[in-house]
């Protein structure tokens, strides 16, 4: 919240309208004072992006600065072909990190949020043709793997865009309610109220999410419980 509380502060000092955000970066517990709608979900997977280079080596070191996931590299040694599997943190939009990892030999790959990258294929060439052929020639250098929800929930909310706005300015959210993509909201709240009772966001070491099977929701949660330190599936 250290990022987005200062924007909602913009946004009740009427310094703003709206706010675009990452609903997974959102802490869990939001200002009485605004409210907020969602776009339509994109996949919520989570992906592994292996350097070429690296994926005959045995033990393979991936980046990334989320708990959740280096706690998934764990796990993940019972379904890869590799002795071990260590993280390292790393920082930066997908570009920078994409680069970071080409130019280590220390580091072998990068574990992130496949909307992400889902969305630089979809809008990328559209905001900048020159930046996403360079994308696209970094990626390319990656071998790609998919994580099932199943046994890999992702982050609450992730892979969705909320947008927030003042519970006082109607205006906004007339027309923001004609946008609104009701189960993409719904589904992301109750992911965030689950979240809530760990006591925090997507700092912890906690993955949950809703998927629809047969024309029926679960909601799958895996991780550290704070309170026991046990982990939970």
Same mark, same amino acid.
């Given at each position: 919240g250290i990022f987005t509380n200062s924007l909602t502060e913009e946004l009740l000092s009427k310094n703003v309208n709206l706010i675009v955000h990452s609903f997974k970066d959102l802490p869990v517990k939001s200002s009485k004072k605004v409210s907020f709608i969602c776009l339509e979900r994109d996949d919520p997977r989570d992906v592994i992006l292996i350097k070429n280079s690296s994926i005959k080596k045995k033990e393979l070191v991936i980046a990334t600065s989320s708990p959740r996931r280096k706690y998934y590299l764990k796990l993940l040694n019972d379904y890869l072909p590799y002795k071990s599997l260590k993280a390292a943190t790393i920082r930066g939009n997908i570009q920078t990190r994409?680069?970071?990892? %080409?130019?280590? @030999?220390?580091?072998?790959?990068? $574990?992130?949020?496949?909307?992400? /990258? =889902?969305?630089? $294929?979809?809008?990328?060439?559209?905001?900048? *043709?020159?930046? $996403?052929?360079?994308?696209?020639?970094?990626?390319?250098?990656?071998?790609? /793997?998919?994580?099932?929800?199943?046994? $890999?929930?992702?982050?609450?909310? *992730?892979?969705? /865009?909320?947008?927030?706005?003042?519970? @006082? =300015?109607?205006?906004? *959210?007339?027309?923001?309610?004609? /946008?609104?993509? =009701?189960?993409?909201?719904?589904?992301?709240? %109750?992911?965030?109220?689950y979240l809530a009772k760990w006591g925090g966001g997507c700092s912890l070491d906690i993955g949950v999410t809703i998927e629809e099977f047969h024309n029926k929701k679960v909601l799958i949660a895996r991780g550290k @419980?704070?309170?026991?330190?046990?982990?939970?599936y």
């Amino acid at each position: 919240g250290i990022f987005t509380n200062s924007l909602t502060e913009e946004l009740l000092s009427k310094n703003v309208n709206l706010i675009v955000h990452s609903f997974k970066d959102l802490p869990v517990k939001s200002s009485k004072k605004v409210s907020f709608i969602c776009l339509e979900r994109d996949d919520p997977r989570d992906v592994i992006l292996i350097k070429n280079s690296s994926i005959k080596k045995k033990e393979l070191v991936i980046a990334t600065s989320s708990p959740r996931r280096k706690y998934y590299l764990k796990l993940l040694n019972d379904y890869l072909p590799y002795k071990s599997l260590k993280a390292a943190t790393i920082r930066g939009n997908i570009q920078t990190r994409l680069k970071k990892i %080409l130019e280590s @030999d220390k580091h072998d790959g990068v $574990f992130m949020a496949k909307a992400a /990258i =889902d969305r630089v $294929f979809k809008y990328g060439e559209k905001v900048d *043709q020159t930046e $996403f052929k360079k994308f696209r020639n970094l990626f390319n250098k990656f071998e790609k /793997i998919v994580l099932p929800i199943s046994e $890999f929930p992702s982050a609450a909310a *992730q892979g969705c /865009i909320a947008l927030e706005y003042r519970n @006082d =300015d109607l205006k906004t *959210q007339r027309i923001l309610k004609k /946008i609104n993509h =009701d189960s993409s909201l719904n589904d992301c709240s %109750l992911e965030r109220k689950y979240l809530a009772k760990w006591g925090g966001g997507c700092s912890l070491d906690i993955g949950v999410t809703i998927e629809e099977f047969h024309n029926k929701k679960v909601l799958i949660a895996r991780g550290k @419980d704070t309170f026991t330190k046990k982990y939970f599936y």
